[in-house]
């Protein structure tokens, strides 16, 4: 299981502006790294990220090589109505892993 | 009317002896204020906000993988650090801040990588882990940031006082094909720049730290290797005592400082 | 064949060679026309906040805002970011919508060496804008041993 930090409100008022911001181990190797031996070190990074609020895409972000190791997001949200903010990154090599947080609207 | 000059005299008197007793304060402290930096002081803005929020600091993605290191059983024992240990965050407050130290029934001191891995040796019945691995580094930084915001606090073993002495001997000790020793940089150069970077003072206050040249979490040794590299100096083997010498040597030399594992270093 | 041609021709045999090396401010500026096509790039609106200086080029935080209302009439659809000297132009492309209620992104992001970054944002009726930085990379000193 992948390690990952989220920092969202878990209450918000409704119609409230929140912001999320969300960090994850991952290597993000480049692919433009020599390893040890010389040899170029194979690429393996996250491709993409997606923020869904219930069932609505709210946020996504296509990655390169050029986003930093464990890579950190921020972006903000509306507070419409209470719900699962579900936070998905997936890369190189079958890289998946997930993070639900449950957000009450008052 | 008298009454009045009572108030003012009786407000000159508590102002002037309150006055004496702030720069009485002042000078117990010896002569001047303390001029010893943490690294955090010499980065910019960007960094420093880095390492101050928890959820941009990527040293807390180890902490939060130390603490799932902590509640896991393992070894023969079967065994989980807080089997022992309980809540670490009243357990091992402080803690860091307090090592290298000579454990009970021990002869020589152990830095907390060592303390980690006597206890998985002895109390959970498993294999030590390997140096600067991952899992070792995450359990180091989980366990060191219960002491953020402690002053480091060097035990007061007199046996520790030759590791001591023999970590200042290195320190001070010319060596490797650039001639340097430890303190031209870090006492007679600190605060000039060398590549383009400020010469931090060397003050072990936040390690493991996550480094960005390193991309990762890392330890003071990995640190003391780089700089005993950079001068072309031979490095002692990877367990060598020499590493937990230096160590007990620059925390005294930074006691009272502030613990701020996992700090994060350019 | 006339001279324009022959000459042109010869860029494109001595520059293939190089080409997978390393964006240049030629490629950045490619890969932003491949974006926007013939549309303007106007540069108002966005904000493009990193720090003039860094000390190591690993993990240089960025944060893009765009003045927008964010409704369902009027938001910010994309946000792209470029470089000039890392081994690719593209460094994020991040879409919104109006459920985020503020444009206003943050990443961080590695540069090879000190460059220039623009961001352009797209609007919901089609159009580019866009802001740049310059950012100075500074290097450390005593790296580590080659293992």
Redesign the interface.
């Given at each position: 299981m992948a390690?990952?930090?989220?920092?969202a409100p878990k209450t918000a008022k409704r119609g409230a502006?929140i912001e999320i911001?969300?960090?994850?181990?991952h290597?993000?190797e480049?692919g433009?790294r020599p390893g040890?031996n010389g040899q170029i070190l194979p690429r393996n990074i996250i491709e993409h990220f997606t923020a869904t609020?219930d069932d609505?895409?709210?946020?996504?972000?296509?990655?390169?090589?050029?986003?930093?190791?464990?890579?950190?997001?921020?972006?903000?949200?509306?507070a419409?109505e209470s719900g699962t903010l579900h936070l998905r990154w997936t890369g190189d090599h079958g890289f998946v892993a997930e993070e639900k947080v449950a957000i009450a609207v008052e | 009317m008298r009454a009045r000059y009572f108030a003012i005299a009786l407000f000159l008197v508590f102002g002037a002896s309150f006055a004496l007793a702030q720069s009485q304060g002042q000078s117990q402290r010896g002569s001047g204020a303390d001029t010893r930096r943490s690294g955090y002081q010499d980065m910019g803005p960007a960094l420093q906000q880095m390492q101050d929020d928890d959820t941009a600091n990527p040293g807390m993605l180890f902490v939060q993988q130390g603490s799932k290191l902590w509640s896991a059983r393992v070894g023969v024992a079967g065994k989980a650090c807080a089997d022992c240990h309980g809540d670490a965050a009243t357990s091992m407050k402080g803690v860091a801040a307090r090592y290298p130290a000579i454990p009970p029934g021990a002869d020589r001191p152990v830095d907390l990588e060592g303390r980690i891995d006597l206890c998985r040796t002895e109390r959970q019945q498993a294999p030590a882990f390997a140096h600067d691995s991952q899992d070792s580094l995450a359990l180091q930084a989980f366990v060191a940031a219960q002491s953020r915001g402690q002053p480091i606090a060097p035990p007061d073993d007199p046996r520790l006082s030759s590791w001591r002495v023999q970590g200042e001997e290195i320190y001070r000790r010319r060596q490797g094909q650039l001639n340097l020793s430890c303190a031209i940089c870090h006492d007679e150069n600190a605060g000039k720049k060398l590549a383009g970077v400020t010469i931090p003072q060397a003050h072990p206050t936040g390690y493991p730290v996550y480094r960005l040249e390193w991309q990762g979490l890392g330890s003071l040794r990995r640190r003391l290797r780089n700089c005993l590299f950079g001068i072309r100096a031979e490095l002692y083997p990877v367990g060598a005592p020499e590493y937990v010498a230096l160590e007990l040597y620059l925390m005294e030399r930074a006691k009272g400082m502030t613990m701020e594992a996992p700090a994060v270093r350019p | 064949m006339d001279r324009r041609h022959f000459l042109a021709g010869t860029a494109v045999l001595v520059l293939l060679p190089f080409e997978p090396a390393a964006a240049t401010p030629a490629a950045m500026a490619e890969a932003i026309r491949k974006l926007v096509g013939d549309a303007d790039v106007r540069e108002e609106r966005v904000k493009l906040d990193m720090p003039p200086l860094i000390e190591n080029g690993n993990t240089v935080p960025l944060t893009v805002s765009v003045e927008s209302p964010m409704t369902v009439g009027d938001y910010v659809k994309a946000i792209h970011v470029f470089n000039e000297k890392n081994p690719q132009p593209n460094v994020f492309s991040a879409t919104l919508s109006p459920r985020n209620g503020k444009a206003m992104i943050g990443t961080r992001i590695k540069l090879g060496d000190s460059q220039k970054i623009v961001a352009i944002a797209e609007t919901s009726d089609g159009r580019f804008w866009s802001a740049s930085a310059d950012v100075i990379v500074t290097l450390a000193a005593c790296l580590e041993e080659a293992t």
């Open positions: 390690n990952i930090l989220v920092n502006v911001k969300a960090l994850i181990m290597q993000m480049t433009f040890p609020w609505a895409e709210i946020f996504s972000m296509e990655m390169s090589p050029a986003i930093s190791a464990n890579p950190f997001v921020s972006f903000f949200a509306v419409s | - | -």
